[in-house]
C-alpha cells in the first residue's frame, strides 16, 4: 500500500497522466483568483457551469491566443475585453481518485493501531508513528485547503509540501526491514564502526575545506562565485562524481582537481573496507547457528544413507 500511494503521487506529475482544464474549471480557477470578468468570460465560452461534470470534455483551447468579447458597464457603455488562456493542467481523475485510497487505509491503520496498543506514551513517541501521523495530517490539511482556496488545484503553490508529506509512509517499510537478521546487523555494524566513520567524515571534511579555499584563489569569480560553491565541487570532485556544472579552467586549478581525484580514490579504497569487513565478519557470526544447523542436517541425511548402503549390502549377501 505504500508502494501504491508514493506510485500514485508520482504518476501524478507526469505530464502524460495530466489533462487540460474543462471550461467550467477554467472559469473556477478565475473566479477564485478574483477575476474581474469571470462571468464574463463564462458566457463567452457559452457554457453552463450549474449542470457540468467532472466527465466534461469541453477542455479550453489553450491554442487559442484568448477570447475577446464585448463587455457592457453599469453605464452601459461598451468595452472590448481580452482574456488570454493561461495553460493550466490537472491530474486524470483516476489518479486523483485512486489517491484517496490509501489515505484511507492508511488512517483505519493508524486508529486501529492506536486503540489497540499497550501502551500510548510509547506509541506517541515512536518516530514512526510520528511520520505516520504527520504523512495523514499533511494529506487532509491539502484537501481541506483546496476546498476552500479552489485556484490551488490548478496551480503549483507552496500547498503542495503537505500533499508530498505523504512521501514519509516510506518510513512504514523500516518495520519490515526490522525483522530481518541483516539489517540488524548493519546497525550493530555501523554503531561499532562509529570512529571509523567519524575519522572518514574528518578526513573528507579537512581534504573540502583546504581545496575549496586554494581553487577559490586560483579560480575566476565567474567560475567559483564563493567559497560555498567551492566546497560543492570539491566534495563532488573527492568522491568522484563530477557533475561538470562547475569546471576549473586555470592550470594550477585542473592540476588541482587531479589531485584531489586521485586522493578521493585512495581514500575511499583505504578507509571504506575497514568497515565493510566488519560488517562480513558480524554477518557471518549472525548466521553461524543456521550454518551449524544446516550442517548436522546434512550430516544426518549422509549418515542415513550410509546406513541404508550398510543394510542393502547384507541383505544382498544373504540373498
Known sequence: MVIFGITIQALATDPQFQRKLSRCEYIEYLEHTEYKHAHVVEKAMNVDCSKSSIFDDDWVDYDHDGYEFDSYDDYGNLSKIQVNTKE??????????????????????????????????????????????????????????????????????????????????????FRVVNHLRASRVLAFSLKQNLLDMSFLGMLMLIFTCGTASLVYFLEDRTVISSVPNAWYWSIIT??????????????????????????????????????????????????????????KAEDKGQGRVQAKTVVDAIQDHSD
Open 238 to 295: 573527492l568522491t568522484t562524481v563530477g557533475y561538470g556544472d562547475i569546471s576549473p579552467e586555470t592550470g594550477g586549478g585542473r592540476a588541482l582537481a587531479c589531485v584531489m581525484s586521485i586522493c578521493g580514490v585512495l581514500l575511499l579504497a583505504v578507509t571504506l573496507p575497514m568497515f565493510v569487513n566488519n560488517f562480513l565478519t558480524l554477518y557471518q557470526y549472525a548466521y553461524l547457528d543456521d550454518f551449524i544447523e544446516d550442517k
Open 88 to 173: 493550466l493542467r490537472t491530474p486524470i481523475f483516476i489518479l486523483i481518485a485512486l489517491d484517496y485510497i490509501p489515505a484511507i487505509f492508511f488512517t483505519i491503520d493508524f486508529i486501529v493501531r492506536f486503540a489497540c496498543c499497550p501502551s500510548k506514551r510509547k506509541f506517541v513517541m515512536s518516530l514512526l508513528n510520528i511520520c505516520d501521523f504527520v504523512a495523514l495530517a499533511g494529506f487532509y490539511i491539502y484537501v481541506l485547503y483546496l476546498a476552500i482556496e479552489k485556484e490551488h488545484k490548478y496551480i503549483h503553490s507552496w500547498i503542495e509540501i503537505f500533499h508530498f508529506l505523504q512521501i514519509l509512509r516510506i518510513m512504514r517499510l
